[in-house]
């Protein structure tokens, strides 16, 4: 009665997947999809030498980021707009479009941001069901109402690795109901190379009603900084910037980003290295009868229904050996399976090793 009382909401918070943090020093962390080849040299060189003046406060509109982008990705300077991590685009999308009871939908085992964000602001939270773990069309048309405002799809999806080619995106935005719309997370694009696939800011870019995130979390290794960007109609983009904090991307994560833009040697280094160690990996693991999706972005989604032992037992077996996976049953719900990140090649040498003493006996 005396204390003050705060909104209900029921959802259940977002838990990252498990940190090294307090463990120990010689842990390692395949739970996050972060980079495997850490930091580009070149961003490591400019954050040490440039004299950044923490008392100023950064440029709220992150201009000279901004410009970067739409250098590198041929896009339009004014339909971007930068964020503490695409995370907080979500979250302004969110405050943006919905309203209490508005309708969202998301594909079952989708990343777990969209659902959060949309049930804050008063939204309900519609599932579409997926087949084989990958998101269908049909299901997402089927469960479209009047009161349908956002669909969220990644693509490819966190945490099942699965997509949609690019004739199936096209698809999905003609069937969808022109005023609803369509929010694609390009989050790990860069590590996909198979030819049936495109991603969403090269399709869509002229879109209305379609809306692109992007992250510097992942193939630039820049999680810690907090700094993504959305991509939208410049009508979109200027209803975010109304909501938007005025100085939410910092000057350590502009100067970063944009060091990490020129860097392309860094990139592809990193797409070869994903694609070299995600085949070995998953190659190594079918010996144990672990199975995993066609190798698309950063991690694997290891299932354990053909293998002797059970996901959570491994999970235990390798903690014990220093080694974290993501458990996919916290929070997505999916049980039998685990994320795998593909890390370094010291990271990958010493997961090989440690899968071959656990299945010894
Ligand atoms: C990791 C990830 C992101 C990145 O989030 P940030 O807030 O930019 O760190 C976005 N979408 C998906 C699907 C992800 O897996």
């Given at each position: 009665?005396?204390?003050?009382?705060?909104?209900?909401?029921?959802?259940?918070?977002?838990?990252?997947?498990?940190?090294?943090?307090?463990?120990?020093?010689?842990?390692?962390?395949?739970?996050?999809?972060?980079?495997?080849?850490?930091?580009?040299?070149?961003?490591?060189?400019?954050?040490?030498?440039?004299?950044?003046?923490?008392?100023?406060?950064?440029?709220?509109?992150?201009?000279?980021l901004r410009k970067e982008i739409s250098k590198k990705f041929k896009c339009n300077i004014n339909k971007i707009i930068c964020g503490a991590g695409s995370d907080e685009i979500i979250q302004m999308l969110c405050q943006l479009f919905l309203n209490p009871r508005d309708e969202v939908i998301v594909p079952k085992y989708s990343f777990l941001i969209y659902r959060i964000y949309s049930k804050i602001v008063g939204a309900k939270v519609v599932f579409s069901k997926e087949k084989n773990f990958k998101v269908s069309i049909p299901e997402i048309l089927k469960n479209v109402t009047k009161k349908t405002k956002?669909?969220?799809?990644?693509?490819?999806?966190?945490?099942?690795?699965?997509y949609l080619t690019k004739y199936e995106l096209i698809k999905l935005?003609?069937?969808?109901?022109?005023?609803?719309?369509?929010?694609?997370?390009?989050?790990?694009?860069?590590?996909?190379?198979?030819?049936?696939?495109?991603?969403?800011?090269?399709?869509?870019?002229?879109?209305?009603?379609?809306?692109?995130?992007r992250t510097f979390s992942k193939i630039y290794g820049l999680a810690s900084l907090r700094v993504g960007w959305g991509y939208g109609s410049k009508k979109i983009i200027d209803g975010l910037k109304k909501i938007k904090p005025p100085f939410n991307v910092n000057e350590t994560a502009q100067v970063a980003a944009i060091e990490s833009l020129k860097d392309s040697k860094f990139i592809s280094r990193s797409v070869k290295h994903n694609i070299k160690y995600a085949n070995k990996l998953k190659n190594f693991l079918e010996d144990y009868r672990i199975t995993s999706n066609k190798v698309s972005a950063n991690f694997l989604l290891l299932n354990?229904?053909?293998?002797?032992?059970?996901?959570?037992?491994?999970?235990?077996?390798?903690?014990?050996?220093g080694i974290i996976l993501r458990s996919t049953e916290d929070g997505y719900k999916i049980k039998n399976m685990l994320r795998l990140t593909i890390g370094s090649r010291t990271d990958s040498l010493r997961f090989i090793k440690a899968v071959k003493e656990i299945f010894k006996r």
């Open positions: 009665m005396t204390n003050p009382k705060f909104k209900n909401i029921s959802i259940e918070a977002y838990r990252p997947g498990k940190s090294n943090g307090g463990i120990n020093k010689n842990t390692i962390k395949l739970s996050a999809n972060e980079s495997a080849l850490g930091v580009s040299p070149k961003v490591k060189k400019i954050i040490s030498n440039k004299k950044i003046n923490f008392y100023r406060y950064p440029d709220g509109n992150s201009t000279k956002i669909v969220f799809i990644a693509n490819p999806n966190n945490p099942t690795g699965t935005r003609k069937k969808l109901r022109k005023n609803i719309l369509l929010v694609l997370d390009d989050a790990y694009f860069e590590y996909m190379k198979n030819s049936d696939y495109k991603s969403a800011l090269d399709l869509f870019k002229n879109k209305e009603n379609v809306f692109i995130l354990f229904a053909k293998c002797q032992i059970k996901a959570q037992n491994f999970y235990k077996k390798l903690l014990l050996k």
